[in-house]
């Protein structure tokens, strides 16, 4: 009867033992399910984003031109003072050249409506680098305006009520007479990346908001970078651990934390109205974002401090060197990798902080590239934000263009730092 007991209590133990095993086992399924469902549903999600952006923004990388034989009247370009000459009726001559048969006023301005409104400034500039193209005919090309432009790659639809778009059955006539004579072309538009800002979108460019966000970035590692590794390695190395030590790092994990709008707040109050700085400059964009970045720098210093293996140290000081040679000439050299992988990723942060870039101006309208980093400027972030709120429907194109490249500047940073970690770290 125990015999009998005991095999039944076996029985039963062995057929729970059974059940938890499997109620294990379909959990851990479970979890592995719901992790490849969040990695499945992440991707899906940025292909999204990435498909949208290149459906949107792929348009802007290509630009309506159109060719025109300019006559460089003498009679109104002045050889002693070619920029201030008659520019502007020597390209209206031109256009009126090329069609003879438009007649009136309204017929005049509809037709330069075609070109970009600076189209003149192509003419003015090409004769001013060759100043003998005076009373010659030259060719020009010149970018279309932004309702043609629209129209040429299909945004702007030909059956839609004229009503309803911004470019007129007549206008639509014109540009077709031009394609037919071969003056029409999309070539690449490498003004995207060489032109500076401007509020007609088929001239607009990001070289001031690249050179801004340069010059911003270089002002935030020149500060950041030095001051983050100073400060991580002595309280790493040299700093005694008490509550005042403690308090620190609580702080600066903390300050890690805080959102970027409260440091566009400390330089908008410390820098702008006390030390009277200059608005939207990127010294000032570089000093804020550099108090962003400190935190990142300080506690990704700290990590690759740590994990230098402390028989380095031991074996430093065993062979008399002092705690200061051996931080610098040993523990330092062997966490650099470590070091420059946190600093760009927490420069790449920066690159694509807007709020405070916005909050000490750095969203001006600026039409020239910045000289300097004292002079007025926009960033990458703050371009976007500039363009995404601008009426014309050229800059919806634009928008996603400066994201799309925005993001590969991002990935590019981030890259490097991979390759850095992958190249130069060490296995202990």
């Keep these: 009867m125990t015999d009998a007991a005991a095999v039944a209590r ?46 949107t923004g792929y348009q802007a990388f290509v630009q309506t031109m159109i060719a025109l034989d300019v006559l460089v009247d003498p009679a109104l370009v002045k050889q002693d003072d ?16 090329e069609f003879p048969d438009i007649d009136g006023r309204a017929d005049r301005r509809a037709l330069n409506q075609l070109f970009t409104s600076s189209a003149y400034l192509f003419v003015r500039d090409r004769v001013m680098n060759d100043p003998a193209l005076v009373g010659e005919t030259i060719s020009v090309t010149v970018p ?46 490498w003004g995207l990346f060489f032109n500076a800002d401007s509020r007609f979108p088929e001239i607009a460019g990001l070289a001031g908001a690249i050179t801004g966000s340069f010059y911003a970035l270089l002002v935030c590692f020149f500060i950041s ?31 890690a934390a805080v959102p970027s709008i409260v440091f566009g ?28 970045t400190l935190p990142t720098i300080i506690i990704a210093t700290r990590a690759a401090l740590k994990s230098v293996p402390p028989s380095i140290r031991e074996a430093a000081l065993a062979i008399g060197a002092s705690r200061h040679e051996t931080v610098m000439q040993h523990v330092l050299p062997l966490a650099m990798p470590g070091i420059l992988t ?15 870039l916005l909050l000490i101006g750095m969203n001006a309208f600026i039409t020239s590239p910045p000289g300097g980093v004292m002079e007025p400027a926009t960033a990458l972030p703050t371009q976007i934000f500039i363009w995404a709120d601008s009426p014309e429907r050229g800059f919806v194109a ?18 490097v730092a991979i390759f850095l970690r992958q190249r130069l770290g060490r296995r202990w």
């Design 10 to 55: 076996a029985e039963i133990s062995g057929e729970t033992a059974r059940r938890h095993r499997s109620r294990r086992y379909r959990a851990e399924r479970r979890l592995r399910l719901m992790g490849l469902g969040a990695i499945l549903t992440a991707m899906l999600l940025l292909g999204v984003l990435v498909t949208s952006l290149v459906l």
């Design 82 to 97: 070619l920029r201030g000459s008659n520019w502007r009726a020597v390209f209206a001559n031109a256009v009126e050249r």
């Design 144 to 189: 279309a305006s932004d309702q043609v432009d629209q129209l040429n790659k299909g945004a702007v639809l030909r059956d839609t009520p004229e009503s309803r778009r911004r470019i007129s059955d007549k206008q639509i006539e014109w540009f077709d007479r031009l394609v037919r004579e071969g003056r029409v072309s999309t070539p690449f538009n």
């Design 225 to 255: 970078f030095p001051l983050g590794i100073s400060a991580a390695v002595y309280l790493e190395e040299f700093a005694k651990k008490n509550r005042w030590t403690d308090l620190i790092e609580v702080n600066i994990n903390n300050l």
């Design 265 to 292: 707040l400390l330089g908008l109050a410390v820098f702008l109205n006390f030390f009277g700085l200059p608005r939207s400059s990127p010294l000032v964009g570089g000093m804020v974002l550099a108090l962003m």
């Design 342 to 356: 946190g600093t760009i990723i927490g420069l790449a942060q920066a690159l694509g902080e807007t709020a405070p």
């Design 398 to 415: 634009r928008t996603s263009a400066a994201i799309l490249m925005l993001m590969g500047f991002l990935i590019l940073m981030n890259g």
